[in-house]
């Protein structure tokens, strides 16, 4: 039963890696034989994948180029891990207190409703100009970028994950003697506890999206910040480098985060699967 | 808080049988109790005109057709609906919102679904600052009334419907509540495993001595486990608010036998009094 369990994992995973393998020679043929597809995408304007992975090597361990990247992926990728952690954080701190208290109370919900739903329509990419006017360039902006970004998703979710709490938990709590504050902090919360999870889950995803829109001005080190100045010199080799460490970066933020969710409440049935 | 140490069963049968004090905080006192809704059409009454006393230690069942109100009846006693009119009173006190001294078992069980079995157990008495180690040797104690020992350890989610309704019995019972509302808490079991829970029930109530309210809608149920068979009758559908229409005594005593001609002849009256209204 559980070999049968294992062989199906190792196959379904032999079938994902297949199709990146296949992406990759259609990258690789398509660069070769100066493909043309929709969109007039001239794939003859992409580096190889071959030199891409040479140039992510030296990336991360250096020894081929020797130029100003080489080996400091490392130092990149902490920079920019660094600011998405900080919005990210800073938005769970704000969105899930407030989506708890919105979903749960009517008046505070009525309260904010209004300012919510005028706010989450404007997207980052707008607010960037004005970003740069009230804050400037650096670090800052960009982590306030990324706070606006993440913050109405875990908002949203939070808020419709403490709707749906069955009212039969609230009832049960309370003929066993609960507090109002026991009630939200023991019942509430647990039971919306999933909901948040997928929130806080598309919150840190949209972080790693907003990451280079926030390190496009006034920053020098950080992943975005190298994709930015390898376009202004056309190394669309380097721009490529820097979009794999960005989703692998995603990819596995989103892993850890689960992860860690799944450690802290062990066999607690609150991440969805 | 000395209600929910595990000695006072005995002692309080101790004390009955030394000097006739009669512990009064199970008694029920429902008088004129009526609850309507305002919608958009106008005013409507869910019940009417419900008279009901029921005595400490009583085990009164309540059936009728849906809608006739029975449900709504045991949440105004919970405490999780406000009656509109009429008194209603536990122990000689108006109720006001939920309270442990009245459990509440669901027909859903409402078990909080990410705490262990022992957790749902004990979560009551921790809400009422029992302190840890009293509130965990309590649930054990009571874990292992309803035979669950073994599965303390385990989810809500791991377990068949008849043992989550058994983590919600012994968790309401954990409190020693004084009145018990249970809210067709075996409806959604499977035959075999109702019938089990009915002689559970028995022993557990005989134990406990709580007054127990009953709502079901199986007749031969209510039969075989009340002192007194409450039919409730009208409703939305019938254009009337919802009322009781008859008391019926059972009694048969403590050994009911679901095929003998008494228990039968018992079931088919009420039966008659259900369908007629």
Known sequence: MRAALWRRRVGHTALGLGFVALLLLMWDLGVRGEWVLVFDIKMAFLPPPDVVAR????????????DAYSGT?????????????????????????????????????????????????????????????????????????ITLSAFFPILLNTIAATREVPPRLVEAARMLGTSPTGVLLKVVVPAATPGIVSGLRIGLGLGWVI????????????????????????????????????GLAGFLSDRLLVLGFKGLFGRRPLVRA | MSAVTPASGTAATTDRAVAPVVDESGRVVLAAVGKRYE???????????????????????????????????????????????????VGGAPVRGPAPERGVVFQDYGLFPWL????????????????????????????????????ADRFPGELSGGMQQRVAIARVLAGDPALLLMDEPFGALD????????????????????????VTHSIEEAVYLSDRVVVMAGGASHGAPGHIAEIVPVGLGDVRDV???????????????VHES
């Open chain 1, 55 to 66: 140039l992510l090597w030296d990336f991360a361990f250096g020894g081929i180029f020797d």
């Open chain 1, 73 to 145: 992926l490392l130092e990149h990728l902490g920079a920019s891990a660094l600011r998405v952690l900080a919005g990210f954080g800073l938005a769970a701190a704000l969105a899930v207190p407030i989506g708890v208290l919105m979903g749960r109370f009517p008046l505070v919900n009525a309260a904010l409703d209004p300012a919510v739903n005028l706010f989450r329509p404007v997207p980052a990419t707008a607010w960037v100009p004005l970003v740069l006017l009230i804050i400037g360039f650096g670090s800052q902006a960009t982590i306030f970028l």
């Open chain 1, 211 to 246: 990451l280079v829109l926030g390190e496009a001005n006034g920053i020098d080190t950080g992943l975005g910040s190298m994709i930015m100045l390898a376009r202004e010199q056309v190394r669309t080799d380097r721009v490529v480098v820097g979009m794999i460490v960005i």
């Open chain 2, 39 to 89: 919608t958009r059409r106008g005013p409507v009454d869910a019940v009417a005109d419900v008279d009901l006393e029921v005595a400490p230690g009583e085990f009164v069942a309540i059936v009728g057709a849906s809608g006739c109100g029975k449900s709504t009846l045991l949440r105004i006693l919970a405490g999780f609906e406000r009656h509109t009119s009429g008194t209603v009173e």
């Open chain 2, 116 to 151: 262990t079995v022992a957790e749902n157990v004990r979560f009551g008495l921790r809400q009422q600052r029992v302190p840890r180690s009293r509130a965990r040797r309590r649930a054990a104690e009571m874990i292992e009334v309803v035979g669950l020992s073994r599965f």
């Open chain 2, 191 to 214: 035959a075999l495993t109702r019938t089990t829970m009915q002689h559970e029930l028995k022993r557990l109530r005989a134990e406990s001595g709580a007054t127990v309210l009953f």
């Open chain 2, 259 to 273: 095929n003998g001609p008494e228990f039968n002849d018992l079931e088919r009256r009420i039966a008659a009094l």
